[in-house]
């Protein structure tokens, strides 16, 4: 019913940037809140970035003035601007989203992950 695609992992240097995309598409009436979640090997999600549909975001610590999330409606796509990375970053990111669809259900969507591989 929605599916969410995330683009945009590499493998790249300590210090270096990326900017990941995730678009939904689908039966979408609206879409709510959209985040990034990782998971670095052997570890648990955690979330790094979450914004709203009027723009506001909240960030984990470990990525606060590294990372900048953004949204474009008109695209249902969110973005994830990452600079200044470090291997801790090392991580398989997912792209979070809920979604109304145009049954006026409401429900958590998940893309399938991209991986993201910082060395040193």
């Known amino acids: 019913q929605v599916q969410l695609v995330e683009s945009g992992g590499d493998l790249v240097q300590a210090g270096g940037s990326l900017r990941l995309s995730c678009a939904a598409s689908g039966s979408i009436f609206s879409i709510d809140t959209m985040g990034w979640y990782r998971q670095p090997p052997g570890k648990q999600r955690e979330l790094v970035a979450t914004?709203?549909?009027?723009?506001?975001?909240i960030y984990a610590g470990s990525v606060k003035g590294r990372f900048t999330i953004s949204r474009d409606d008109a695209k249902n796509t969110v973005y994830l601007q990452m600079n200044n990375l470090k291997p801790e970053d090392t991580a398989v990111y997912y792209c979070n989203a809920v979604v109304l669809t145009r049954l006026l259900r409401e429900g958590h969507y998940w893309g399938q992950g991209t991986q993201v591989t910082v060395s040193s």
């Open positions: 914004i709203t549909k009027g723009g506001s975001t």
